[in-house]
């Protein structure tokens, strides 16, 4: 699927979150709370969380497109407790991911654990990753405080489709009966996935209930899901339940997606 967003919107955007993550950290009462959406994780741990996984991303970014494996980084400093120094750490590990990116450019090739999803295996694709990983890691970090804040509509729509893409297809045969389901964001966009033998593909629909590429559609939806793009992006996240979603047709098939998890 086409990207809803440019390499310079991916870097600005994961720039803004993370700045926005660690406003919700300073804004905390303590390094010690307990994260509601991440319950075996206080704020500190959230905070090393991620910022380990941007300076690893970072060195298997600048591993260059060779790389077989995930790369650990060298040398680099354990979070430090005192939240001053955690601010300027995290926004440190936020750099070395931008500048690797930087450095590499969106076509370069990267390793990647989802090799067989849609998603290329590009430095492109990997930054759209980051950004929506540390996007939900800030509503987390905001939901912490009692004060989460909507995903901006451009990373939330952005959002729902790298899920798809990249979580949700695979070239591996999917277990049940055949089936397509659609995503409706209420901002106007829409998304299908078809589930058989092949695996489970995905695609942007160029109108709701429309086949990509044609005037008329074929298909039998079995299943919907509508809600605004940040919904859909909690729920696909597991931040908020499917059921607050306006859910129709066979719901079974939403529990059937939660719980396969295809070898990648």
Known sequence: MRNTLDFPDLLRLIDERSTAFRAAVAAAPSLDVQVPSCPDWTLFDLVQHLGEGRRAWAATIAAGPDATAKSAPQGDPAAPREREALSAWSAASTRQLLDALREAGPDR????????????????????????????????????????????????????????????????AWPHEPAVVDYHATEGLSWRTWLDDDGARAARLPAPGAMPGTDEDPDVVHASARGTAHELVLAFYGRIPLDSLKLDGNRHLFDQLVAWDPER
């Open 109 to 172: 090739g990267c390793w990647t654990w989802w090799g067989k999803s849609q998603s290329p295996q590009t430095c492109g694709a990997a930054a759209r990753r980051q950004l929506h990983e540390i996007a939900v890691h800030t509503y987390d970090a905001q939901l912490t405080l009692g004060a989460p804040q909507p995903l901006p509509d451009e990373v939330a729509l952005d959002g729902v489709e790298e899920f798809l893409s990249t979580i949700c297809t695979t070239t591996v």
